[in-house]
């Protein structure tokens, strides 16, 4: 079993703040991301929506689609309304063989409130919970039967944020549903990636490497920052760079037979963490441990 090393643009350009990279080019982040060592690279607002102009770029620096957000609002819509809006998204990515997509609840969302605390985030009642549930086992079945598999994004500031929410979701929903697993993301929300891991290993199909910066982390949290506001501080960094151990998961990795992408994703401001710099800091980190786990990493 091996893994593929892959990066989200959200460092050189982040599609919820335009003006944080908005001048740098999709060019300068695909040569960036190649360059420091990555093979795939999940999608970003400045991509090609159609795969005859995309797949050509991604060729260009040898980097593969290795999957991208959706935000869907399944908590309004029905199956079928958001059915879809799904489908321009689900076109690209099958035809770039993306191996699945990125997929969040952003309906009520504050993460891109600056005025809005951490603490304010929604929550979905019982009622409410099991018709999501419902729904998104609806899609999770939809994209299985399209050969491309939802792998929810538990995220801050979202219904589905915490160990337990992603704990009940996965307890309460389909097999076709699977997790991206975002350490960073379960670290903020006082969640365990190791324990999550353990107990749905046949579901995570899919995983972020995000770190954090312990001082800004305690600060977000004990003075219940905006999500935006906690980013634009430096909550989030690339591995090696926070305070996240990752030698005990990857050595959890290699025992459970993980196969997949693992994917450092770190949104920062490009004018205070240079996107290529920080890029290499974290592909030299994952290598290094991955090297130190046993865990063979795939080249092509």
Partial sequence: MSVKLGIAPIAWS???MPELGGDTSLEQCLSEASEAGFKGIESGGKFPKTSKELI???????????SGWYGANLRKNTFEEEKLKIQNQLKLFQDCKAP???FAEVYGSIQGDPNINLSKRPRMDLEESKKYYKKISEMGKYLEDQDMPLAYHHHMG??????????????????SV???????HMLFAKGDSLKIYKEFKERIIHIHCKDMRKNVLDNSLNYDYSFRQAFLEGAFTVPG???IDYEP?????KEQNYSGWLVVEAEQDPA????????????????????????EIENN
């Fill in 14 to 16: 982040n599609d919820d």
């Fill in 56 to 66: 050509p770029i991604l060729n260009k620096y040898n980097l593969k689609l290795c």
């Fill in 100 to 102: 699945c997509m990125v």
């Fill in 158 to 175: 979202t219904c589905i944020e915490s160990e337990e929410d992603t704990r009940r979701l996965l307890e309460n929903t389909d097999g």
């Fill in 178 to 184: 699977k997790l991206t697993l975002d350490t960073g």
């Fill in 241 to 243: 760079d926070g305070c």
């Fill in 249 to 253: 998961f990857f050595d959890l990795l």
């Fill in 272 to 295: 205070k963490a240079n996107p290529f710099e920080y890029a290499k800091i974290g592909y030299k980190y994952l290598i290094e441990t991955l090297k130190s786990a046993n865990l």
